[in-house]
């Protein structure tokens, strides 16, 4: 169903890619939007066993967008140096796809927004998280992406790097 990466040299493992994804602060949601168009959104997210998690308002293009359409892809960049001598980048990304939900136990949306909450501040107490999603909790939207696939990949000097120091 989804197809396999034609520059396999580059692919990053598996483990790799959650790291990026846990490590790295935003990325790009794309859904299909209005009238087929693609829509991509960059966004702040948590990822959380096999899964991301995001906030929205309760209504916008990206819901109705998954309204819709429930299938996404995510990209995040973690790495992006500018080797100009070589005119090229050394770059790591991660790229998922999977469907998105909208979540509506209050169970499923405290734990996901103060997941968010742990990311972004973690020198926070947890008295202040609950205080910060107390603040905004009816107004927001919580949706899931459950991973159905993922790629990861590095650019070729970064790449050429990891093969000359294998052990």
């Known amino acids: ?9 580059q692919q990053l493992p598996t483990e790799e890619c959650i790291d990026i994804l846990k490590n790295s602060t935003s990325g790009v949601l794309s859904v299909i939007g209005d009238d087929g168009y693609p829509y991509g959104v960059p966004l702040s997210y948590v990822y959380d ?15 109705d967008a998954i309204k819709k359409c429930p299938k996404v892809s995510f990209c995040v960049v ?3 140096d500018v080797i ?4 090229t980048t050394a770059f790591r990304s991660v790229i998922v796809f999977g469907k998105a939900r909208i979540l509506e136990s209050n169970d499923e949306i405290y734990r996901s927004i103060y997941a968010l909450a742990e990311k972004y501040n973690p020198k926070g107490s947890g008295e ?8 905004f909790y009816d107004a927001l939207c919580m949706i899931e992406v459950e991973i159905e696939h993922m790629t990861g990949k590095e650019g070729l000097e970064l790449a050429k790097m990891r093969e000359k120091y294998k052990p």
């Open 1 to 9: 169903m989804f197809r396999q990466m034609r520059r396999n040299r």
């Open 49 to 63: 066993s096999g899964r991301l998690y995001f906030h929205c308002a309760k209504a916008g293009h990206k819901l």
């Open 78 to 80: 973690s790495n992006d």
């Open 84 to 87: 100009p001598e070589k005119y």
């Open 128 to 135: 202040e998280h609950k205080a910060e999603i107390e603040k």
